[in-house]
């Protein structure tokens, strides 16, 4: 019959737990841009008409950079009447509407020129960029490995310090891992301001902005518990 597992160590196989770390900085994979298109008119279908026509200029316009431009995806539309009171009365003034489109980017040589060529679009403005990693980033992964190498070099120098050596690994774990916390994040950001856009019209495009990739910093963290031999003291 075999016998349960000890809780702690022995004095024949004394227990050993350290925490492994990484931290790496790597270049940005994608980049995310909101884009928002408005359009006001004096009635509800003239602006309906204008913010038709200038969100698909804005799709059309991403379209034309091929891969260049990963995925679109467009969030919430609105249309609302924008009210006066005269006396007692509410009469309607306008009608305004709004649509938010969100673009993904993985070629940051193009990423300049799309964000002039869609801020200088008729009532359309841009946030952005902000930079970021993929969730499959082999970035990410290499964190993960570094961490576990560095955990078992921790436990190894702690062990021979004792005049002892490593023998059996007995558990391996993500930091709270038992809240399904995760083990490896990168701080993302980016330049996060505003472009507004200047009315369209006969113009050449205006030049590229200049946009230098914010690195990304990954982490990862994990436990590790170990048997080693008996130490020498």
Do not use: C
Request: aromatic share 6%.
């Amino acid at each position: 019959m075999t016998e349960p597992a000890q809780p702690y160590g022995t004095p024949d196989q004394p227990r050993l737990a350290v925490r492994g770390e990484a931290r790496l900085e790597v270049d940005p994979e994608i980049a995310r841009l909101s884009i928002t298109v408005t359009a006001r008119g004096k009635d509800r279908r003239a602006a309906l008409e204008d913010l038709t026509r200038r969100n698909a200029a804005v799709l059309e316009l991403a379209r034309t950079y091929g891969d260049a431009v990963e995925k679109t995806e467009t969030g919430a539309l609105s249309i609302h009447p924008e009210l006066v009171q005269r006396g007692r009365d509410e009469k309607i003034r306008a009608y305004h509407g709004r649509v938010h489109i969100t673009a993904v980017l993985n070629d940051f040589t193009a990423l300049g020129e799309f964000v002039t060529r869609v801020g200088d679009l008729d009532m359309t403005h841009v946030n952005g960029p902000w930079w970021a990693l993929r969730p499959t980033s082999p970035a990410r992964g290499e964190a993960r490995r570094q961490a576990v190498r560095e955990a078992v070099q921790r436990a190894r120098e702690y062990a021979g310090a004792l005049g002892a050596e490593l023998a059996a690994l007995v558990e391996l774990a993500d930091i709270g891992a038992e809240n399904a916390a995760p083990v490896a994040y990168a701080r993302t950001g980016g330049y996060g301001g505003a472009l507004p856009a200047p009315a369209g019209g006969g113009a050449p495009p205006p030049p590229p902005v200049d946009l230098e990739p914010q690195r990304q910093t990954v982490y990862a963290q994990v436990n590790a518990r170990f048997t080693m031999t008996p130490p020498k003291l």
